[in-house]
């Protein structure tokens, strides 16, 4: 059964939210933004750009797929990328 990307998508984006919370960083907010998810559209292969700001400086940001583990094949770590001085990233 072939799984829309939009379902696909939604536990990349809760882990993510997930992840920046355990940064305990006092005034530390992530906002995820520029996340425009069509299920209609999409296939296995497609890049999906997730950006975001309110985290500190220079804080590496962690993408995961489904499960917060090294990736497996399936499911993990798929990307990371250092926070900009102004608190914004792109992964």
Known sequence: MRTTLMAR???ILLIIALVLMAFH???T???LTNVDVDP???VKGD???ITGSGVIASVTVELYWDL???WDGKSGL???TIADPDGTFEI
């Open 68 to 70: 917060v583990q090294d």
């Open 40 to 42: 209609n559209e999409g």
């Open 47 to 49: 890049v999906i750009v």
């Open 29 to 31: 907010k992530a906002a």
């Open 78 to 80: 798929l990307n990371t």
């Open 25 to 27: 960083f006092p005034m």
């Open 9 to 11: 998508a939604a536990p």
